[in-house]
């Protein structure tokens, strides 16, 4: 990456094309960036301070709480994690293990099941720069990139030119929507939109493989059989085909069986690739040291066993949703996530009950209601580190401006130390 360039940590995309001006403490000028991220860069409209049940506390008395919170705890959460870079999400995992923590992030109800598919090798998966460069069929598939990732069909998926794509998008690429609704990213697909009802995803994916396979397919959603041959037919002909699958495909089917034979039926036909269409700007790096260190990407439980031995447990039963709902846990660390104000109050109502650490660079529905808040410098902008895009492929995130708040990572050392 050129010196002059900085990394936008709006979402998963990770553009690294990002040219700033600053006086060093300030931004006072965006280029490159979608609007999203133009916001994400200008940082806070309301940064968090430091406190200790509401009161305004200093750093070392709140960080001080925060471990006595998690040492006195049964059973403490740490959840998040989403928006840290790779160097905090390995510090959270240190501080798990000496409290025997549950740790999850919010990849445990997105998309985590492909996520986990691709890092056990049943699903085959590219980079964005492949795609860039190579892709002729790209399908979005209960995704609408054209707002939720504002620059990828732009800057990676269909209008580029790549190098084996040189007349781009009007001669070179066909790109196809599936989605229940006709959305900006399927208006711009045109004639290749497939609208299909609530949760008839998996119905589709059938049809589908048989179609690859042959055979005349039948869907019970009123889809004439010409138009999914017509849909099998195109994506046989891919030379470099990808799947960008976004939460409404993830949402409608119970496992991810289905999808894996699709791409397993595309791959004795064809050329494709599957890329989840990740949010949080390094949801991928929660998954990634976690798996590599324990074989699982989230939902994990670093107990021990009768005889006092650590064990790493791991299921569904250990999942935030799960144990907040079912009241199992009596402590929290929330670190760059809102659960207060994203799930559902009947299993957010649990963190009322409980004492919260809140870590995040801003005031959130959470941080509200925390026992202890401790902010942290705003990754990619205020601390550096490392994050992995939603292809995997990792990027460094250089530090833009000077801050006095402490890293998400050096957070978690000062805790350790305590511990
Ligand atoms: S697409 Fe995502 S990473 Fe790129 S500038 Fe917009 S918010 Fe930032």
């Not at 360039?5 to 979402?11: D, E, F, I």
């Not at 470099?240 to 991810?256: A, E, Q, R």
């Not at 009322?352 to 005031?363: A, E, F, G, R, S």
Request: glycine letters at 8%.
């Amino acid at each position: 990456m050129n010196e002059k360039y900085y990394v936008c940590t709006g979402c998963a995309l990770l553009c690294d094309d990002i040219e700033i001006e600053c006086d060093g403490y300030r931004i006072s000028g965006v280029n490159s960036a979608c609007r999203k991220g133009v916001a994400r860069m200008k940082g806070c409209q309301d940064p968090l301070a430091c406190s200790i049940s509401g009161q305004k506390a200093d750093i070392d008395a709140a960080i001080k709480e925060a471990a006595e919170i998690l040492t006195n705890a049964d059973n403490p959460l740490i959840f998040g994690l989403g928006n840290s870079t790779i160097e905090a999400q390995k510090k959270a995992i240190e501080v798990a293990r000496r409290v025997h923590a549950y740790i999850d992030d919010t990849s445990s109800f997105c998309q985590g099941p492909v996520i986990e598919a691709i890092l056990n090798g049943q699903i085959r998966s590219c980079t964005l720069d492949e795609v860039r460069h190579q892709a002729d069929v790209i399908i979005y598939w209960g995704a609408d990139p054209a707002n939720s990732h504002p620059r990828h069909l732009s800057k990676y998926s269909y209008f580029p030119r790549g190098k084996e794509r040189q007349r781009g998008w009007e001669e070179d690429r066909t790109a196809i929507a599936i989605d229940v609704r006709h959305s900006d990213t399927a208006e711009i697909c045109k004639d290749h939109f497939y609208q299909i009802p609530p949760q008839a995803d998996r119905e589709l994916i059938d049809a589908l493989t048989s179609a690859l396979s042959g055979k005349v397919p039948k869907v019970s959603f009123g889809m004439e059989s010409k138009k999914i041959l017509e849909l099998a037919s195109i994506l046989k002909k891919a030379q470099f085909g990808t799947i960008f699958v976004g939460l409404g495909l993830v949402y409608s089917l119970s496992d991810m069986e289905p999808l894996i034979k699709l791409m397993d039926k595309l791959n004795e036909v064809s050329n494709f690739h599957l890329v989840p269409m990740v949010g949080q700007y390094n949801m991928r790096g929660a998954d990634q040291p976690m798996f590599n260190e324990t074989g699982y990407i989230n939902r994990v439980h670093f107990d021990t066993d009768p005889t006092g031995a650590d064990v790493t447990r791991h299921g569904p039963e250990c999942s935030a949703v799960e144990l907040l709902r079912s009241g199992e846990v009596d402590a929290a660390l929330v670190i760059g996530s809102d659960p207060m104000g994203s799930l559902p109050r009947s299993i957010a109502e649990h963190l009322l009950h409980i004492p919260v650490i809140n870590i995040d660079p801003c005031k959130t529905q959470t941080s509200r209601n925390a026992a202890v808040t401790i902010p942290c410098a705003l990754g990619g902008v205020e601390s550096g580190g490392s994050a992995i895009r939603m292809d995997g492929v990792q990027v460094e995130l250089p530090v833009i401006l000077k801050s006095d708040r402490l890293s998400d990572m050096e957070i978690f050392d000062r805790i350790l130390e305590v511990l």
